[in-house]
């Protein structure tokens, strides 16, 4: 499995969204270099390994990864940057402890902003980008369908 | 003496200085306008990159798609945090609002909502026994009205808009018919339904209702909507083919990406450069007046460029400023020109503004449309004005944004609670789509005590001082934000909404106590007063032509030549006011070059 395989499988378990949502953002593959650059490279590959450990356990695993004092702060922040296409600075502490390069709070780029889950979760679309189009707003969307992810080939 | 080079000098290329601009130039005047800012692109394109910036701010703030020059620095509502901006505000509160001053001004990132003044707020004086009358009545303002709700654009319907003795010209509609309100509104209607609130002696229905608003909707009859306007290095203007109706971005501040929402670079567009010089990157830092007869003899500006400037004198036959109220007493401040027992910056208002927000019981799916649609107005007005403030609400579109920082901060709130992966998801479904937010903006009278004076420890690049502000909410205001609490409180619990209005999490905003309630409170942008108009000389600065007292051949236009400012946005007011004195400017001028000339007035044709 190349790294952003692993990347995109193990930010399905902590975002609730599939394989085809998260690639349809076309940010996968920046997010994963915004993570690269913000954490150390063996981090990084522990983190992914656990991709491998999914299998049928996927939330036991999820917990105990966010749980993790050195890998959990991390794979929160993938969470936020999925949904809102921004990188949160890692605390002061965690970066002395874990040796980080102090990564500010950023927006990672334009896509980002756009394609953030947290517009489709809420039926709508990010501030001045992806409109709806006239008078849209004036109806009430489809519901947000029910989304266990299912699974895809890695 | 030296000749003028054009009819009339104005500084300031916003909403007031552009709406002027337009009618001055369309009667045949030449205008050299004056703007202190970067000249904003009127190419597409140059618009576009400003989008970009808007995208990969981190701060999505107002100010956050038009950063200005250093040389020209600006509020920022951000600045509030530590109070150490722009403002020296020496309290005791803090005034919260801000503006932008480049090519455009503030226009570039309002809101758009226009709504004309009631009847009543032109005499607060003499019907409520606080605050002032205007040297004008509703009705003298009425057709002017309908020109500005021309030259911005408006949509409403004029069924909607006759409350509280709003009264429109026989036959009359708006451009266009109303922007459509949003799911979320219709909601909010249905779910207040037929409530009354007690209010002074009263009981009145509250009704949610669409307010007039200057982004593009349908046109009636007759009308072509005004979208984005390319115009290129040849000087033409081409249609941007966009914008000419408004598509639902949610981004009305700060940045209309299709300009279907209403910025004075519209307007300026329209205009014909051979009539209209417009020079960028020209700070207007002193009036010259010749000391016999009070007449302005030129206005001194810096053009800078990187470090350095120079400075230059536009000498028109008239001079006209709309650099903003606060810009505009601080021109005056610095020439020495303090007006009347010192009320050129003095009387200073705003619209203190209250968030209330909860969670609906079902999902009413905002994030969508205009970052509101609807208001409410039925407390704009009524006999409870001779005790307390009036207020009115806007229902906003984008949920708790504006408090919280949503939908980013709902995700980081559910992440660092542990939610992940799909009860992450339906939890967010759950919460973002049934949150509700109003805002409660409420009057504020003058008190020439709250005013801009200069503080020249503080100087900009250009060694220009920076506006000091004494700003202070009184009783009236304050009893104004008890009843407007009450009032949202009611619609909450009518509505069934879960309140969730928490002070904690706008920790930054402007606190102020009133008999034990702590309230937080920002402001709307809405600056007025600093130049208010009367008919005594001796009482205010301008006359209801907003021409200074003093100086005849001078005009200070804006909304600091409100006496006093009601509940409503003042942006239309100021373009209502903006062509009336842009009329009787031109008449007189006109009426000069055909030699049908006053005594009084041939002395200040220069
Ligand atoms: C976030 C926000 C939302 C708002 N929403 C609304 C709304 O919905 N409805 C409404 O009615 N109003 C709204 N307002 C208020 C509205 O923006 C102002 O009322 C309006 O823009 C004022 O117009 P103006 O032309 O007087 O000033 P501005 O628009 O501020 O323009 C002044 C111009 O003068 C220039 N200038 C300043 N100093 C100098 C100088 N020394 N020399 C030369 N040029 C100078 C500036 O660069 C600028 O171009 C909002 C304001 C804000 C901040
Ligand atoms: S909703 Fe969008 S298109 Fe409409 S005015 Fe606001 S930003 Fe412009």
Redesign the interface.
Known sequence: MDRLKEFVAVSE?????RHIELMGTGSAEEYLQTLRRAVPEDLVEDLLATAHDLDGH??AV?VEL?ADPRLGPVA?NI??LW??G?W?QLNDDWRQTYGADPVD???V??NA??SGL??T?????A???N???????????A??A????ERTNR | MSTPTHDVVVVGAGVAGAVMAKHLTDAGLRVLMLEAGPGTPQTLDGYEHH??T?????A?GPESAWPTAPQVPQPDTADLRFNDGYFVQRGPQLYGSSYSRLQGGSTLHWLGVSLRMLPEDFDMGSRFGVGRDWPLRYDDLEPFYRKAELDLGVSADVADQQYHGITFADGYDFPMSRV????AD?WLADAVGDLEVPIGTESVPIQVRSYPAARN?MPRPGYGPVGALDRRGDGQVRPGLIGE???????CTP?C?VQAKYNAGRTLAQIDPGHLEVRAQAVASKINVDPTDGMVTGITYQRYDGSSYVEEVAIGRRYVLAAHAVENAKIMLMSGLTGPNDMVGANLMDHPTLYAWGLAPE?V??????LS?AGVEDLRGGPFRSTHAAFRFDVA???WRAPTGA??T???GE??Q?H???????R??TT??RQVRLSLAVEQLPDPANRISLDWRFLDPLGNPRPAINYRIDEYTLAGMVEAKRVAGAMFSRAGIEDRSDDDVQKWFPTIEHQGQVFSYHGMGHFAGTHMMGDDARTSVVDHSQRSWDHQNLYLIGSGSFPTMGTSNPTLTIAALAVRTAETLAAELGDLSAGRVGANVRSTDR
């Open positions: 378990r902590l975002t609730g969204h996927e939330d999820t966010l929160k969470i936020v949904y809102c921004t949160h709070t950023h927006v780029s334009a902003y756009l947290q517009w979760v809420a039926r709508a679309h501030p001045g980008g409109m709806q189009g006239f008078a849209a707003w004036a109806d009430r969307p519901p947000e029910e989304a266990e992810p | 989008l970009n808007f995208y990969e701010a981190s999505k459509p309100m949003s799911y219709q909707s109706r408004c598509q639902g971005n949610t981004s940045i990406p999902p799916y905002p994030f969508r449309g205009p649609t579109n984008d949920g939908p980013d709902t995700v980081t992440v660092d542990g992940f992966g799909a009860d992450l998801r339906r967010l479904a973002l789509t």
